[in-house]
């Protein structure tokens, strides 16, 4: 038998998704990624391989396995985040059904629960490729690695909502490559649905304030007191709204990436005056804005023309009072489709489903970006996104789901890639004039 085959010889339908609900069921809500870290290292010892933790701020892990090789073949790494997008105990949230929490359970070939789809059974299809290499006793030229990051999910510490819960935006992948760890190229299981992501997104979250004061609601009687007009801060930003509408409208019509509409600009959150306070007016209003950008865009544009919207708001009314902080910038990135990493991917697509995968761009942030711009070509390539109501879609009614078969079809994937990546010569495939990781 070949490499492979012995591989895929531990490989089936049962342990992919005893492996995705096990995962699933281990919450790891953004800052609460420990218990799931610690189980797969549990997961990588097991299965013979080198394993380690890295600590990335207290009870926050990475977790890392790696087939050693012989030392002259490129190093490839798989590498998931471990945290969910949502905890499932927010509010609004907890209310949406058993399909919004970390509990799984299966219905023929699907599999549902909070992370099955974002990203816990494209992880598990990656770990149980790595892990089906290293029982099998493969002998790899390079190191085949599987990592698990925390924080990854777009999260923002903002007002009240501070600590390890809300610190994501690649936190994880970020300290990894700060901190020692590296790889020639890296594929990143998010739920694309078979296709090759070589380009992601990234954005500018932004803090627009308005300020009134806590004037009185009521009215009083008689001649000899007047009461002067307050000042409604949540009135003010009603009247903000429609002039950032406007300027959305206009940055989306002229922006574009490979020819196609692209970025995105949506009102995240509103929050103002005291919920607390009957009679009097609010004192204050944030809106919260995120302006999503492509490779190419600068945060700086952005941050300017978002600037110059708000200055002709105070030039049409000086008692606006409208502030500007940016709270957060995720990069873009891509690489080009003519990286080793693409065409290998591409080519176990192949082999395993028949067909060529669709070669693309996502406008979401992920930590492709991160680990790009640190000189490692990275793509995202999931086998999960399938609706079981058909199509493809983020959160379908019934919650996160992802199907079997796909998740098993995409281990088989993450075999044939490894053996065909890891058994080259490493500067044949990462010469330094490759036609090249490009960072904007």
């Given at each position: 038998m070949s490499m492979v085959e012995d591989a895929l010889a531990y490989v089936d339908e049962e342990a992919i998704a005893q492996l995705t609900m096990e995962m699933v069921d281990i919450p790891s809500p953004q800052g609460g990624e420990k218990a799931l870290a610690e189980y797969l290292a549990d997961r990588f010892r097991a299965a013979g391989l080198q394993t380690w933790m890295q600590e990335v701020e207290p009870d926050r892990y990475n977790v890392y396995g790696q087939l050693e090789g012989t030392g002259d073949g490129p190093t490839l790494m798989y590498c998931g985040h471990l945290d969910t997008t949502y905890g499932g105990d927010e509010e609004g949230i907890r209310d949406l059904g058993p399909g919004y929490q970390p509990k799984s359970w299966r219905e023929g070939e699907w599999i549902y629960g909070m992370g099955t789809y974002n990203m816990k059974s494209g992880h598990a299809s990656a770990i149980l490729a790595v892990e089906a290499m290293a029982r099998s006793r493969a002998k790899l030229r390079g190191n085949l690695m599987i990592a698990g990051v925390v924080g990854e999910?777009?999260?923002?510490?903002?007002?009240?909502?501070?600590?390890?819960?809300?610190?994501?935006?690649?936190?994880?992948?970020r300290f990894m490559v700060n901190n020692g760890i590296t790889a020639d190229m890296v594929v990143i299981p998010e739920p694309t649905s078979n296709r090759i992501s070589v380009a992601t997104g990234g954005y500018v979250f932004m803090e627009l304030m308005t300020r009134g004061n806590p004037a009185a609601t009521y009215s009083r009687g008689g001649s000899t007191v007047k009461i002067k007009p307050g000042e409604d801060a949540i009135e003010k930003m009603l009247n903000a709204i429609p002039a950032l509408k406007n300027w959305g409208e206009d940055y989306l019509s002229r922006t574009r990436y490979k020819g196609e509409q692209a970025g995105n600009v949506n009102i995240i959150a509103i929050e103002g005056g005291h919920p607390f306070r009957a009679s009097k007016l609010p004192c204050f209003c944030r809106l919260y804005l995120e302006v999503g950008i492509m490779p190419g865009q600068l945060h700086g544009d952005i941050i300017a023309e978002v600037g110059q919207v708000i200055r002709q708001l105070r030039e049409k009314d000086p008692a606006m009072e409208i502030e500007l902080q940016v709270m957060q910038t995720a990069y873009a990135a891509e690489i080009s489709p003519e990286e080793y990493v693409v065409r290998s991917i591409s080519a176990s697509h192949d082999l395993v489903w028949g067909e060529r995968p669709e070669i693309t761009w996502d406008g979401w942030y992920?930590?492709?970006?991160?680990?790009?711009?640190?000189?490692?070509?990275?793509?995202?390539?999931?086998?999960?996104?399938?609706a079981s109501g058909g199509g493809t879609g983020y959160y379908p009614k019934e919650g996160e789901h992802a199907s079997v078969h796909d998740l098993t079809k995409g281990t088989h994937v993450f075999v044939n890639a490894a053996h065909d990546i890891c058994m080259k010569d490493r500067l044949e495939i990462r010469k330094p004039d490759v036609a090249g990781t490009i960072v904007r």
């Open positions: 999910t777009c999260h923002t510490p903002v007002g009240r909502y501070q600590g390890a819960r809300y610190r994501g935006c690649g936190i994880g992948a992920a930590d492709t970006a991160p680990l790009t711009r640190a000189g490692i070509p990275a793509i995202c390539y999931g086998p999960q996104g399938r």
